[in-house]
């Protein structure tokens, strides 16, 4: 037990779960039973052995080893450690040590471990880690996410079969007989409260008597996986909160961690923070709670990179680099400008928008200003690509040379410029470039699958909105005419497939119509950016329905954004050449087909716009 005077934190010895956390004198805030493994606060990883077609191991992370590396008047810091044995097979090529830190005066408690493959192991897939808590279930029953998803939220009863009925998939459930009858008629499912990275700094729970707040804080993103917009878990029924740093929800495959045989590799995760607040008032509002934690978060955010982690893998301040520059976007018929609000990253080095898929390295992404500059402080020593995507401008800048971060090093890049892929004039564009497909139609969700908190704000959480295009266009597929027709109003969200039975869907064919006055000899270019991709084909045809396409994607993506009620999986831009002999003066039409037929099979598009030849 580690005390200060403020919090209990009670481990176990030498596991290192989280057994006991008192509080505002609650003398649990965690749900532990004895008996269970999956109880109270954990470290757990999902990972396999290269090549396998198993099903994927989930253990649980306990140390074998226990070390008080700090214990002094100002700081507690615990070691749990765990050295991979080659004869136990059973668990993954890994050593670990997990540390748990508490500071004088602190309302709460820090956790980080370092991950460790030695250059001499077999290689495995690392799927996912993280920090689990498991509340209190008589205590903690409101949850706050942001400033508008916050909610009472139905007890992990309410999900039982006697109490719900199953949906598409085993997270999704429609709750008949809860125990408060206000969660009565309502969808639960737990990927309806994910976030981005970049707005997951803050999440966690609320006990109105005492009033008690229990929060998770993320102060820096470095350390997950596929940068700033990158999709994941926060918190759900249970009461559940989640410190995620490796999965691949929402990206797919693509981002596990494939570590081949002899790879060396060492990774840093964290510091979190476990944030506990209170009120003396038993009528303090949960925004109360809620404002303190948000102004925690910020001041943790400033305090990042933290002083006092005592493990020499986690680089301090002063050995730490920055970047600076500014970016400039060079488009058809503009002069340069700034590269406003950009996106600008640095990762592993790699192809342009490769930082989606990078798992392995630290990432440090920052925004840039209304005029296109930019800082990046507080980086890891270490070599680097330069990264940037610009909101309203289509394709992904890297720098043409690699940045090697020293210590205490300041880097001045001075002006770059970001060259928009462009071949000719715009002819007709639908939807706008920023990587989600927020701006289109979304529908409302069945009366009987209503999460109330999605009602107002962010209506694409909504669950089963995939289905709703088979009422919405039951025989014909959507056509969209240019000029006629208003992307916000009649371009669905998904380009999904068409129930026409029970278990029972078909491929979908959108049109896209559009008039030419002439046609001039030449190439033409269709843009074609998607916010999503999952076990889906498009293939583009230009004024016939059937033979060969002009171009076809091939079956890509498993992001399963549709399903998860994310408005944008990986980003993904093509660009599509064609003839002018395929046009006609007067009406055109392009077909897209969706040629998968499963029933989450589909794509979110970002972005199109059919580009002239140069005249």
Known sequence: MVDNGIIKLILSKPEGRIIGLEYNGIDNLL????????????????????????DVIVDLIDGKEFEVIVNNVNQVELSFRTIWNPSLNSKAPLNIDKRFIVLRGSSGFYSYAIFEHQSDWPGFVLQETRIAFKLNQDKFRSMAISDYRQRDMPLPEDRNRARSIALAYPEAVRITKPIDSKCKGEVDDKYQYSADNEDSKVHGWICPDP???????????????GGPTKQDLTSHVGPTTLAMFVSNHYAG????????????WKKVFGPVFVYLNSSPSKFSTKKTLWNDAKIMMENEVKSWPYKFPASADFEKAQIRGSVSGRLMVQDWGMINVPA?????????PGLPGSWQKESKGY???????????FIINNVRSGVYGLFAWVPSFIGDFVHDSNITITPG???????????APRAGPTLWEIGVPDRTASEFFVPDPKPDYVNKLYIKHDRFRQYGLWDRYTDLYPNEDLVYKVGLSVYKRDWFFAHVTRRIGVGLYIPTTWKIQFNLSNVIDGLYTLRIALASTHNSELQVRVNMEGGNPQFTTNKIGKDNAIARHGIHGLHNLFNVTISSNFFNQGLNTIYFTQTQSDVFSGIMYDYIRLEGPFI
């Open 31 to 54: 749900e532990f039973i004895k008996s269970s493994t999956n109880t109270g606060g954990y470290w757990d990883l999902n990972w396999n052995t290269l090549g396998s077609k198993k």
């Open 211 to 225: 009033p008690t707040g229990f929060w998770l804080i993320t102060p820096s993103n470095e350390f997950r996986t």
């Open 253 to 264: 495959e693509g981002l596990n961690l494939n570590f081949g045989n002899g790879e060396y």
């Open 340 to 348: 406003s609000y950009a996106y600008v990253g640095l990762a592993k």
């Open 363 to 373: 990432q440090f992404w920052t925004r840039a200003d209304g005029n296109g500059s």
């Open 409 to 419: 090093g300041k880097i001045e890049l001075g002006t770059l410029l970001h060259k």
